[in-house]
């Protein structure tokens, strides 16, 4: 049996594994997608202490290696339940279930839908949750970025490397965005802000994105935009429908923990994104992530003291 198990790569995920394995516990990471978590969608990332400026994926990269440096393992894995069995949990995936002494989820969000008629059909086809991923297919084009949080904003000047315009679309008549990304947006002649909109709906022609309409939020009046892409960016939601019926969760979605990032559940554990807390930055996961992988050690040496 493995001693921990960590749903989830990215800096949370990493950032424990790296103290667990170090302080002497096997180690295995789960992840549905590439290690790194959100790190692999981010094109810059400023306020990493001790780089100025650090591209996403490369800090992913790193942290992926340094995360498998003291005996971590990580496999492929997309976990569908985890169950608590008292001493020990049973992490079951699409083609394989594991057990193992505790689990930690650190699982992240995904991105929130605009839940407009056609999103689905055309995501890939002009609209986009990633613009790391996807600006370079909007070279000269307009695009479209909904949303006036950190992430739309960052996004926005991100695109304006690629498309001729990139019209920002914010439903209140104000940011909420940190200063210092909306005074780079205000700088930047590229992006034309559109306030006290929201966008109604998706205009298509031969299968892909050709235009927005927007409805202005307080006279109803509407407005057609001619653009080929567009990237919502309207908040996030936590990935935790895998242990929804384990009570650790709070009204919307978000795990409770306490200071040792402890669930109400002995040897479930939370970090990162995922976990209800006030400031969601890879920082912040990785302190998370720090705290849960030394005391699941410290923890795991106890019960081994006791035996
Ligand atoms: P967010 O802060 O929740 O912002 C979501 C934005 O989308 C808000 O402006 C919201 O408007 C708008 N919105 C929501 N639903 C909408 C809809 N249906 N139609 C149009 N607009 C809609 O989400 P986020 O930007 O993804 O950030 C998530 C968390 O990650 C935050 O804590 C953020 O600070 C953090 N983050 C930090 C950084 C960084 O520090 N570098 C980078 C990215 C993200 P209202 O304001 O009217 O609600």
């Not at 496999?75 to 008292?86: A, Q, R, S």
């Not at 307080?218 to 001619?226: A, G, V």
């Not at 559940?265 to 992988?293: H, P, Y």
Request: aromatic fraction near 8%.
């Amino acid at each position: 049996m493995i001693d921990i198990i960590i749903i989830g790569a990215g800096p949370a995920g990493l950032s424990a594994a790296l103290y667990a394995s170090r302080a002497g516990a096997s180690v295995l990471m789960l992840d549905g997608a590439a290690p790194g978590g959100k790190l692999n969608v981010s094109a810059e990332i400023e306020n990493w202490p001790g780089q100025k400026k650090v591209a996403g994926p490369d800090l992913a990269y790193q942290m992926f290696e340094h995360g498998l440096a003291f005996g971590a393992s990580y496999e492929y894995g997309l976990v569908e339940k985890v169950e608590d069995l008292g001493d020990y949990k049973v992490v079951v995936t699409t083609d394989k279930t594991y057990e193992a002494r505790m689990v930690l989820v650190a699982s992240g969000t995904v991105e929130r839908k605009l839940g407009l008629e056609k999103e689905e059909e055309l995501t890939g086809k002009g609209i986009s949750y990633c613009a790391v991923c996807d600006g370079p297919f909007f070279k000269e084009e307009e695009v479209a970025v909904i949303g006036g949080g950190n992430s739309a904003l960052e996004e926005a000047n991100y695109l304006t490397k690629f498309a001729s315009i990139v019209h920002l679309i914010v439903r209140r008549d104000q940011f909420r965005a940190d200063k210092i990304v909306q005074d780079k947006i205000k700088a930047n002649d590229k992006i034309k802000i559109h306030f006290l909109q929201k966008p109604i709906e998706i205009i298509e022609e031969n299968n892909k994105v050709a235009g927005l309409v927007l409805e202005h939020s307080q006279t109803s009046e509407t407005m057609n935009l001619p653009v080929k892409g567009i990237f919502p960016y309207v908040g996030l939601d936590p990935i935790t429908s895998f242990v929804s019926h384990l009570g650790i969760t709070n009204k919307v979605g978000y795990i409770e923990v306490d200071k040792h990032m402890e669930t109400n559940v002995k040897g479930i554990f939370g970090a990162g994104d995922v976990i209800d807390k006030v400031l969601r930055q890879v920082v912040t996961a990785t302190n998370d992530g720090a705290i849960a992988g030394q005391y699941m050690s410290e923890l795991l040496q106890d019960q081994s003291l006791q035996k």
